[in-house]
């Protein structure tokens, strides 16, 4: 490597891959033995999600691959298909690109995809967030990819413990940290008005006074349920009455019933607090979470992120049910009188002490200097191989 820079390919597959992956890839981009490489895939490149990858340009990086996964449908069956479709259209930009190495986050079913395609093609992976608990089908994606994965960074201590439990090499983990605590910590977090009403529908909120916001992603192994599930977070919140902005759910099977729900409700009950929006950019959807009275829902980014300002959390049914958290969140049932009852204990509780569980705020130098120094290999073996007697 000695002659050239070490190519690392990173993949986005959605908004939140995004806002975790953004400081690493500017430590990749800053690194003089590293040149970065970026593939967009999943929501980030569709129009109705607010093409994410626009985003990723405005913020300076090079966009070296587009492609197009998503099967419409958001159903059980559409999701494994896309998978395949991922697969294929990964290992095409892979052959095209010619990258020395992986670099993708998290557990997102078209992430899986690019995993599987960039094994098969003896592409070494670093996987970022491996090791975490959670709920849904995530929890079995983020395990897959890490099994595939030779080289590890984990947010959390025990998520490293969980990694090595697995029968991954401690040598193959390369630091703890999730890179989205130096956005956090490099934020400004003052929130101007027009980050939530210059776009979006419905009430307007005044960022000066207490407000909560809503993200309810489908639970894909509750399929069927998550009407009902989101009908009972939008009959709390009617209850409570405070200014919520809320974010339309993700692709995930299920969402259409979701959104359904919240268009039917906005018919039939106006929208004299609610204000929706798709989709924000990764510094403003921190100032958001920074700046918000209590957060309500079930989207990772509650027990991640919101947990370094201390943000007051009602984690809402499964989907992230077993996710390491701090003081600051709450679990309920998706019922409306529990779910009222924590957010009106939430509010009256007001914020909690900064917590640095998933992050220090220094993690995205450490990871680009990892990648720099590792020396790529790609069989794998479990760690205790050698521990095994012969037969």
């Not at 990749?28 to 985003?55: I, N, S, W």
């Not at 690019?114 to 089908?137: D, F, K, R, T």
């Not at 595939?148 to 413990?161: E, G, I, M, N, Y």
């Not at 995930?252 to 989709?279: C, E, P, Q, V, Y």
Request: with cysteine; glycine share 8%.
């Amino acid at each position: 490597m000695a002659d050239r820079k070490r190519k690392v390919c990173v993949v986005l597959v959605d908004r939140a891959n995004y806002g975790r992956l953004k400081p690493v890839m500017q430590a990749v981009k800053e690194h003089p033995a590293l040149t970065l490489q970026t593939v967009c895939a999943g929501t980030m490149v569709l129009e109705r999600f607010d093409e994410p990858a626009q985003v990723v340009e405005q913020d300076g990086f090079t966009i070296d691959g587009r492609i197009f996964v998503e099967l419409e449908g958001s159903q059980p069956v559409t999701m494994a298909k896309s998978v395949g479709f991922g697969t294929i259209e990964f290992a095409s930009e892979f052959a095209r690109l010619r990258p020395d190495l992986l670099l993708m986050i998290g557990d997102r079913y078209e992430a899986l995809g690019a995993a599987i395609a960039a094994a098969y093609m003896n592409l070494p992976i670093v996987h970022l967030q491996g090791g975490e608990v959670s709920g849904s089908i995530d929890e079995s994606a983020r395990h897959a990819i890490s099994k595939f994965a030779q080289f590890h960074f984990p947010s959390t201590k025990r998520a490293a413990h969980f990694l090595e439990r697995m029968g991954e090499h401690k040598t193959s983990i390369l630091g703890v940290g999730c890179p989205s605590s130096d956005l956090a910590r490099r934020l400004d977090r003052t929130l101007p008005s027009e980050v939530i009403n210059g776009r979006g529908a419905g009430a307007p909120i005044d960022v000066a006074k207490p407000f909560l916001v809503t993200v309810f992603h489908p639970t894909t192994t509750e399929y069927g349920g998550e009407r009902g599930q989101m009908e009972a977070v939008l009959e709390a919140l009617d209850r409570v009455a405070a200014p919520t902005l809320l974010l339309w759910p993700n692709i995930d099977a299920g969402s259409d019933h979701i959104s359904k729900a919240i268009r039917i409700f906005r018919s039939d009950r106006g929208d004299g607090w609610l204000r929706t929006m798709t989709n924000l950019t990764p510094d403003d959807y921190l100032r958001v979470l920074a700046n918000a009275a209590c957060l309500v829902g079930n989207s990772s980014s509650f027990v991640r992120d919101a947990g370094y300002f201390g943000t007051p959390v009602v984690l809402v049914g499964n989907r992230q049910r077993h996710r390491e958290h701090d003081d600051h969140v709450k679990k309920v049932e998706p019922v409306a009188d529990d779910i009222e009852g924590c957010i009106r204990n939430q509010l009256g509780h007001g914020r909690y002490a900064p917590s640095t569980l998933y992050g220090d705020g220094h993690v995205a130098d450490r990871v680009a200097q990892a990648v720099a120094n590792l020396t790529p290999y790609v069989q794998k073996h479990i760690s205790y191989v050698d521990e095994v007697p012969a037969a």
